[in-house]
């Protein structure tokens, strides 16, 4: 399966999203499966986020509604960073409503995430309508996680509950680029699906308020996930750009061992 297959090969396996392709030769090229979440509070913040870690990361995971003052100057600051220094942007919004509803969060308000977002996820909870009514209403260069499971201690995502993001997620292989998930949940032959897992932090088990984190070797070497999403493990630091480094080396070496190249 493809805990033992390198980026570069995943990438050119039948029924990848055209998305997941992307992702997966950035990854190998760039030499990293770190994304950054960048939960800050401006857009100076954001785009000075951006810049400072840029070369370090696979992607840049937002959450554009905590973002004081995001506008336009916002979105072409970050889409122009981002096509600098080669990162997609995950807008981290978790739609769980109706169809209908999360075809206008998508597109309209003040945030229109269709026009910015290469990434987006939704949760199933509403049923599998939520994936029909996000693919149409996005464009070729969108493509959609399912959030499968969660980091935080007590959450209700397990068992059936996740089997069941598998299950859609192999009705759609050319939407659906993989999960937010706590392992990999590639289990039938076939199965290309990108893992990627937040809840890491080097040196810290928890923040008092539900968060549990993993080190990188542990969710990549062990639990078999694809990319890293650290938040306040970089963010939260001095030298940001420095510490992102150090966990983009340290994810990577996970992945080299479990590959054994
Ligand atoms: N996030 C989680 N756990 C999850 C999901 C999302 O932490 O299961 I789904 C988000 C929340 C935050 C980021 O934006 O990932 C993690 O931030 P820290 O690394 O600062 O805990």
Redesign the pocket.
């Known amino acids: 399966p493809t805990v033992t297959q390198s980026y570069q090969e995943r990438a050119s396996l039948p029924k990848t999203s055209p998305v997941a392709s992307y992702l997966l030769r950035l990854i190998a090229a760039k030499q990293t499966n770190l994304c950054v979440?960048a939960?800050v509070s401006t857009t100076k913040e954001l785009l000075q986020l951006a810049e400072e870690v840029g070369d370090s990361i696979c992607m840049l995971?937002t959450?554009a509604d905590i973002i004081n003052d995001f506008g336009p100057r916002t979105i072409e600051g970050l889409k122009e960073i981002a096509a600098k220094k080669h990162f997609l942007v995950f807008e981290?919004r978790k739609f769980g409503d109706i169809g209908s509803t999360v075809q206008k969060q998508f597109t309209a308000g003040p945030l229109q995430i269709v026009r910015w977002a290469n990434i987006i996820n939704a949760h199933i909870f509403p049923g599998p309508a939520i994936i029909t009514a996000l693919s149409q209403a996005a464009h070729d260069a969108v493509s959609l996680l399912i959030?499968a499971e969660?980091?935080?201690a007590g959450n209700l995502m397990t068992g059936s509950y996740t089997e069941q993001c598998v299950v859609e997620a192999r009705k759609n292989p050319e939407f659906v680029m993989g999960f937010?998930a706590q392992r990999t949940l590639n289990e039938k032959p076939g199965d290309n699906f990108i893992t990627m897992t937040?809840?890491?932090?080097i040196g810290a088990t928890g923040?008092g308020l539900g968060?549990q984190y993993n080190t990188p070797e542990k969710v990549i070497g062990e639990a078999g996930t694809d990319i890293i999403?650290?938040?306040?493990?970089v963010y939260g630091a001095q030298d940001k750009r420095a510490k992102a480094e150090e966990y983009r080396v340290r994810a990577w070496k996970a992945y080299e061992e479990r590959v054994g190249s």
């Open positions: 979440s939960d995971k959450h981290d959030l969660m980091s935080s937010i937040p809840g890491v932090q923040d968060q999403i650290v938040g306040r493990g």
